[in-house]
């Protein structure tokens, strides 16, 4: 499984495993699901550049590398897909300090969803990508609307 990608496309690939194993125990592995979601969208966008014969910049915010692969014209960014990816970039460390609050389970979902938003829309461009797969019934519990907690901080808990 996997041999078909190459590069960021299989980190991405590796990551997605990663999600769909844990989205079963999402209440357990809420962080863990949030960041490997990060690491997916991060990947498939840096794999972008490289299909574009460009080293990718070494960052880890999604939305700096959407914002630089839009204004070289390889994909067009929805208002969606910026949101996404300004969601996202905050589970690319934050999520992995002990001192910052526990991600809920309705922010990871959110994570997954917003890291297919960034898989369909780099798609849409013309590349190929990864996307997370799952059984509707693990997105969604009663009184779970598969979105973060109304009052949360929407740049995050952590200041970022």
Not at 103 to 126: C, F, K, P, Y
Not at 150 to 155: A, E, G, N, Y
Request: aromatic content about 6%; glycine content about 6%.
């Amino acid at each position: 499984m996997g041999e078909q990608y190459r590069g960021f496309l299989y980190a991405a690939y590796k990551d997605k495993l990663t999600v769909e194993a844990l989205l079963p125990d999402a209440e357990t592995h809420s962080e863990s699901i949030a960041f490997h979601s990060q690491q997916m969208a991060e990947k498939v966008m840096k794999e972008v550049f490289v299909q574009n014969a460009v080293v990718p910049p070494k960052t880890h915010a999604v939305d700096d590398l959407l914002a630089a692969a839009s204004e070289k014209g390889w994909v067009k960014a929805s208002s969606e897909a910026v949101q996404a990816a300004h969601s996202l970039s905050m589970h690319a460390v934050v999520a992995r300090y002990a001192e910052c609050p526990d991600i809920t389970r309705g922010e990871a979902l959110q994570a997954v969803a917003h890291a297919n938003v960034i898989a369909d829309m780099v798609g849409a461009s013309g590349y190929d990508v990864v996307r997370i797969e799952s059984d509707i019934h693990l997105l969604r519990q009663e009184g779970d609307a598969s979105k973060p907690d109304s009052d949360s901080d929407p740049k995050g808990s952590c200041g970022v």
